[in-house]
């Protein structure tokens, strides 16, 4: 299986006018989080399948994918990396996980980093040293301060919450709303399975949050509740 084919099976399910609007969604624009990136139109359900469909392409051709020029092109790449973590050895999850972490400046878009970063990188740090997420947290690259938030969610999911919360005081003062977005959505997750340890993190910190950090964690709240904290009567 070589890169070409798998190219070609992408192309055969473009759709230009699907293109125009996940250009416009994805923010292409000039100055814009994802400018220049560019879309085929192509939905995630049709991507899966096709990197279903290609899992068995050898790691130096799914690289080669991640660094295209098409978003849906390296999303694809980024899925076989998942199909191949997920039937690996411990060897094996570790060379993937390696090459994740390489190929960061190709992961470059939200989805790109929300639909791999907790299979990948949280998983494989599951049980074991997390000190790089405090380091992609403190990136100037917007994107490895994404993973290192989204990489959490696989902790969360185990009931494991100090280092999210830990990387969510370090963003706390984060510029970008991509950011913001992110620790308030793992906040809210974590209020899910642990509502006290949530506000605990929110009473200490709501009122410097930034406001769309803040309500995001605070969405599920009960009306009344969630009034209070967007007022500062907490």
């Not at 899992?55 to 051709?61: A, I, K, N, V």
Request: aromatic share 10%.
């Amino acid at each position: 299986m070589k890169t070409n084919n798998i190219k070609d099976a992408l192309k055969e399910k473009a759709d230009a006018g699907q293109a125009a609007l996940l250009q416009r969604f994805f923010k292409t624009g000039k100055g814009e989080y994802g400018e220049g990136d560019i879309f085929i139109g192509i939905k995630v359900p049709e991507l899966r399948k096709t990197a279903k469909e290609f899992r068995e392409m050898p790691l130096t051709e799914v690289e080669e994918l991640l660094k295209s020029n098409i978003h849906e092109e390296r999303l694809t790449a980024l899925m076989i990396l998942i199909f191949k973590y997920e039937k690996e050895s411990v060897g094996g999850k570790g060379k993937i996980f390696n090459i994740y972490l390489k190929n960061t400046k190709y992961i470059n878009n939200w989805d790109l980093v929300d639909l791999t970063a907790p299979q990948i990188v949280g998983d494989y740090l599951l049980e074991r040293d997390k000190s790089i997420l405090i380091r992609l947290a403190s990136s100037p690259n917007i994107w490895e301060r994404r993973i290192a938030v989204l990489s959490t969610f696989r902790f969360i999911k185990e009931r494991e919450f100090a280092l999210t919360l830990r990387i969510a005081r370090l963003l706390l003062k984060d510029e970008h709303d991509l950011i913001h977005k992110a620790v308030g959505w793992m906040l809210r997750e974590i209020g899910k399975r642990h509502l006290s340890i949530e506000e605990e993190f929110l009473k200490a910190n709501y009122k410097r949050m930034p406001r769309t950090m803040l309500r995001y964690a605070i969405e599920k709240f009960p009306g009344e509740k969630r009034k209070d904290y967007l007022l500062g009567n907490i």
